[in-house]
């Protein structure tokens, strides 16, 4: 008899009224019947004396009611926002709430279970749940979904040209990591994860964060085990500005709309040319030491002149050793490169996209209005100018991802 995996959804909650039930409404439409969902309602338990936070203490009891009233055998709640039982000193924020459900998950669920990581904020189809089967199904020995996204537009001007802005940026850097084959080549978003049980058991569980957790989360995962990268499903993140984390989405779209854009520049693609160029000497590194392109980062950023002598030491194929430097220049290791090196370059935004598009995106696919980037001004094109790009990069991202398939 044929075993269809249960999927437990994880689904941290704060101060989500407005949002959830749309959410809600997605899972339970589900075509796929196999599901639960475990719903952690937190914040900081010092909320309920701070008067300017309060409200999301009561909003997060409207959450609770809601969910109470709706009797479902396929919902748990675990209560981090009534009085006492709020986090307590530094546990605290979404970092501690996905891994405060994931852990309680993985207590419960078999092994060749799913664990489906949300935000309250998200839809997505009726089928989003049959394709996560398949795709395990299809790749059995995969740890882990990183899902396609596609941010929904508002309707107002500030916040969409903020979120095309921020998605072009990720969008770029994702498309450029693709083309040179990176291991690390997947966005993450907490929105958009699934992860088998006995994969998230493996790693030790999620390293809880105040925020950027999903990173590191799929980080840990890909030097476990294969990530999928492709699904014709999408998930469809808000687009909204939002503090409620340090970093991710709602606070660059924040920082965007107030003119600083610094930390989420257009990565120029000779950066990823060099990245490619190392990632290519790592066989011949194995016999000895000479200069990549990333040597006087390397040096740097791990304090030691050669960080490959005790690779050697440890790893004798080639195959491992390739692997172990894949391991140690790894996925952070890469952005924090980017994001030095881009720092020292003397060009724009405007005109790296611009060059992106025509040393590599245009080999992949032309634009149909070539117009679009060469008049192209992230502070003064239109949201629809800006939206056609993205929806271009995000058509781009989808053709190497189901070309690649698995990390």
Not at 125 to 151: C, G
Not at 190 to 206: D, F, R
Not at 263 to 283: E, M, R, V, W
Request: charged share 25%.
């Amino acid at each position: 008899m044929k075993y269809y995996p249960k999927i437990f959804i994880s689904l941290p909650v704060m101060d989500e009224t407005e949002m959830l039930p749309h959410c809600i409404n997605c899972i339970e439409k589900q075509l796929y019947r196999n599901f639960h969902v475990v719903i952690c309602i937190n914040q900081p338990e010092d909320c309920w004396d701070i008067p300017e936070k309060k409200n999301i203490c009561l909003n997060n009891k409207k959450i609770f009611d809601f969910l109470i009233k709706k009797n479902s055998e396929h919902i748990t709640i675990i209560d981090k926002t009534s009085k006492g039982n709020g986090w307590q000193g530094n546990k605290k924020g979404v970092g501690w709430a996905r891994k405060t459900i994931m852990d309680y998950i993985s207590k419960k669920a078999n092994n060749n279970d799913i664990i489906l990581s949300l935000d309250a904020d998200t839809v997505f189809s009726e089928k989003y749940f049959s394709s996560i089967i398949d795709i395990f199904s299809k790749n059995q020995n995969a740890a882990a979904l990183s899902n396609p996204y596609y941010h929904r537009l508002t309707g107002s001007e500030a916040e969409d040209k903020a979120i095309l802005h921020y998605e072009i940026y990720m969008r770029n850097y994702a498309i450029n990591l693709m083309n040179i084959n990176s291991p690390y080549a997947f966005t993450a978003l907490g929105s958009a994860i699934a992860v088998t049980v006995s994969a998230y058991k493996a790693i030790g569980g999620m390293t809880p964060k105040l925020s950027g957790e999903d990173f590191y989360f799929l980080q840990k995962l890909k030097k476990y085990g294969n990530i999928i990268i492709h699904n014709s499903e999408k998930v469809f993140p808000a687009a909204r500005f939002s503090d409620r984390v340090f970093f991710g989405t709602g606070p660059a779209m924040i920082k965007g709309n107030q003119g600083d854009w610094s930390s989420y520049p257009i990565y120029h693609n000779s950066l990823f040319s060099d990245i490619k160029k190392t990632y290519d000497a790592f066989p011949d590194l194995l016999t000895k030491s000479f200069e990549t392109p990333l040597t006087n980062f390397i040096k740097e950023i791990f304090k030691k002149e050669d960080i490959w002598e005790p690779l050697r030491k440890n790893f004798n194929s080639e195959k491992q050793f390739v692997r172990a430097c894949h391991e140690k220049i790894d996925g952070l290791r890469i952005l924090q490169y980017c994001k030095q090196t881009q720092s020292q370059l003397d060009i724009s935004d405007e005109q790296c996209l611009k060059e992106n598009y025509s040393k590599l995106f245009s080999s992949i696919k032309p634009i149909e209005n070539p117009n679009d980037f060469d008049n192209f001004d992230f502070s003064n094109s239109s949201v629809e100018q800006l939206n056609r790009i993205r929806n271009y990069l995000a058509n781009i991202e989808e053709i190497l991802q189901e070309r690649i398939n698995v990390l």
